[in-house]
């Protein structure tokens, strides 16, 4: 009768120990929680505590609003995801995910969102994880994982076949992995910041990890990957070590530096595209025989990747190409070839400064088949020095050769400017400029300057090399009347830029409308961006607000001051408890003007 009793008490605690949501097509916040979960989750007034794990049901969606702070207080402690869960934080109103233990190895499950057709709209936003075992876990489910800040996970974000957007975050001290995906993910990670991941520091852990398992082609763009506290911490890998694995990432404007390597390429069937990387200072683990390659290249014949216009310096090996440990055929990676006919592969790579000691490794094939390498810059510029910095067949006959002439010699002026004008053309400033002669020039960029304000006018591609003249133009649409100044920079193949010329021009901006647009999309769930423009000369002061069919004001998107211009708001339907499908009226006031239009919400 005892065991008895005991296990019935065990059974009644194991019914309260998690709370899943009805799966009825709720829409609920952590308030609606508080009431419903049995204990759960308990707080008020933005601030809650999760004492277990929090199940979404395929049909509900659970919101966090901005502002909240939500302590996780058991172990199991997080959300599961079969549903929709919207972290909605803001960059003035971020939300905190953390626990009154400060566990850097993880102290609470975290958020984990599963494959399921009700997941869409699921989003992590502006939101401060702390000590979860992982910020963010995909399994199947690709939530928007935007602006948050992980410190101290297990892990930062772990995929599995998901594709998620992973936008502007930073990553930080992860136990293990900042960003680790396998089984065929391929998410767009761009624009984050990964600081000192791996403090485990126990085995090569890297900030970013793509691999073994399944095809995959992640798009890997302008982050930030830094170290220099954990020396087993790599930059980028990318394996595909498992049979019928294979990866054709796109690894680009990323900056790496302090780490033990910057970006590692292993295993069988790779074609990915690495262009437009700086790449330095890899050399934190003392141990060059087991790291420091600014990129490194390891497998057999079908890892063929394409590297293309990167700086790569400072590190113990600049690129280095092996098959193991032995001298045998490995990978092909293209690192410069001009006599394709293809364009997007024609060197462009800046490598130089690689030193041990005193000997020079920007290039090491350890290979014995050749290596094209064409159409670098070596920072020295004759082929006796450049053969000096690269250790190939001229060093071992095992070896295969390094075809790296032609190379560029940076000492040459890429482009001399003729003329650099501004006029105005109707609505419009038309800037035109002829160019005498170009050396490997990529292309130019163009800037307009008003006061305090400089803003991206135009790109134009270059001409390559070339010495005839060649003439350029674009068009300019100023919104303000005013003294305007533009300034032409030119770009090099290696990624160096420099001012090619400045002019000025006056323009008398034509008077703008005041005027509404048409949101798009429409119909939309659960968000909808909305254009106005504000007329005239001067500010005004501008209302737009959001009504139902009956009237009844439901979301003020903006009321203040706007200059004359064009401004575009987004409404998030997800954010307003209790929004059903239907129209409402989207109202622009600006003084005596009003102008109204139809949006139509369809959840």
Known sequence: MKKLFVTLIFFALNLHAQYTTPNTGVNWNLDSLVIYSGGVVTGSAGNYSISQLVTVSPQDIITVNAGAVVNFTATTGGFWVDGSLRVLGDSLNRITFTSPTPDSTGFYAGMRFNDSSYNKGSVVRYTDIYYADYGVRAIGGNPDIIGNYMFKCGRGIQLSSASPLILR????????????????????????TFINNNTQNTSPKNQISVGTQGNNSPSIRYNKILGGMFHRTGGISISALIGGSSSSSEIAYNE??????????GGGTLTCYVHHNKIYNNRLNPDAQVSGSGINVNGNSSNIPVIYANEIYNNWWGITIQNGTTIQAGPQPNIGNVE?????????????????????????????NDIYAQNNDWRVYDSIRIDSHIVHKTDDIARGLVKFVPFIDSTVIPVELSSLSAYVSGKSVVIEWVTATETNNLGFELFRESGNERVLAGKKDGSGTTLLPVRYSLTDIPVKTGLYRYILEQIDFDGSRKIAGVTEVNYDAPALSHKLSQNYPNPFNPSTTISFTVGGTLAQKVSLKVYDISGTEVAELFNGVKEPGIYDVVFDASVKAGLSSGVYLCELRIGTYSETRKLVLNK
């Open 340 to 368: 394709n006919g293809v364009t997007t592969d024609d060197g462009m790579n800046m490598i130089y400064g690689n030193i041990q000691g005193s000997n020079v490794y920007d290039l090491f094939n350890n290979c014995s």
């Open 256 to 265: 790496i530096y302090n780490n033990s390597f910057g970006i590692a390429l």
């Open 169 to 192: 975050n930073t990553i930080e001290r992860s136990y293990e992995y900042g960003i680790t995906l396998t089984l065929g993910s391929s998410p767009v990670i761009e624009w984050n």
